[in-house]
């Protein structure tokens, strides 16, 4: 079992920044692939950006390529999302997820391919 928690969310005008954390606790968290998801009012789900458990690989959605960067530290279990320049349009609920892969660098961006989720973070950016 890995529990995620995401933190960061908030409030913020539009062209700011936000960086949001999830913090992993459970299994070694060099052993996951994480994905960020987000979900806005009234929409399915839909993929952010994912990583590869070592980093060595990055994926995002076309709407957030550019604007937003996602890392890790597994030194402290920890995935970012950092997003700048933001837009009305990304508020949401945003989530991070985490599945377990013997593959260093292969990252997930299907929601069904991840096993393990945060309970998520809003973020809403004002026009």
């Known amino acids: 079992q890995v529990q995620l928690v995401e933190s960061g969310g908030g409030l913020v005008q539009a062209g700011g920044s936000l960086r949001l954390s999830c913090a992993a606790s459970?299994?070694?968290?060099?052993?996951?692939?994480m994905g960020w998801f987000r979900q806005a009012p009234g929409k399915e789900r839909e993929f952010v950006a994912s990583i590869s458990r070592g980093a060595t690989s990055t994926y995002y959605a076309d709407s957030v390529k550019g604007r937003f960067t996602c890392s890790r530290d597994n030194a402290k279990n920890t995935v970012y999302l950092q997003m700048n320049n933001l837009k009305p349009e990304d508020t949401a609920v945003y989530y991070c997820a985490a599945r377990h892969t013997a593959y260093s660098g292969i990252h997930y961006y299907k929601e069904l391919e991840y096993g393990y989720w945060g309970q998520g973070t809003q973020v809403t950016v004002s026009s």
């Open positions: 459970g299994r070694t968290f060099s052993d996951y692939a």
